[in-house]
């Protein structure tokens, strides 16, 4: 049925018409979802169809090193690590931030180690995010401070 005066009805809601276009808004349930669509001319012409759409969720990053106000000292060996969890178990891939480009690229490896150069010196945001393999997606920041480890004191006998 190809008529911009189509009535089009998706389980049982009427959709609105711009053109030869329709939408509609229903509520979902997080996994398998029945859409039966009909389609019915004004010479009562009509035509049906039955789909099945899979509402998922996105990944949401649970932990992320190091911390939101971490210092980090030069030539010292720093984890960056993102944990995230996906209701659906399906599979993620990670990517790592340093002021906004891009140190690690798309990867299944949840975890990098960095040691900081003088050329780190001072304050950095550290982007950690997490996908799935449907593209939702979710990002977690943290700024850091590298500096010069402190001297310590001699001790005193």
Do not use: C
């Amino acid at each position: 049925v190809d008529d911009s005066l189509t009535a089009d009805v998706v389980n049982g809601v009427l959709a609105a018409r711009t053109g030869t276009t329709f939408s509609v808004s229903l509520p979902l349930v997080y996994g398998p979802n029945t859409l039966a669509i009909q389609a019915t001319s004004p010479r009562a012409l009509a035509a049906t169809k039955t789909v099945t759409v899979t509402l998922g969720s996105i990944p949401t990053i649970q932990s992320i090193l190091p911390a939101d106000g971490q210092l980090l000292y030069l030539g010292r060996p720093v984890t960056l690590q993102v944990s995230a969890l996906d209701a659906e178990s399906d599979p993620r891939e990670y990517q790592f931030m340093l002021d906004d480009s891009v140190f690690r690229s798309w990867g299944p490896e949840n975890a990098l180690s960095l040691t900081p150069a003088a050329s780190d010196l001072g304050g950095h945001l550290l982007t950690n995010e997490a996908r799935d393999a449907y593209g939702g997606a979710d990002q977690r920041q943290a700024e850091v401070l590298v500096i010069r480890e402190p001297v310590q004191p001699p001790v005193q006998p």
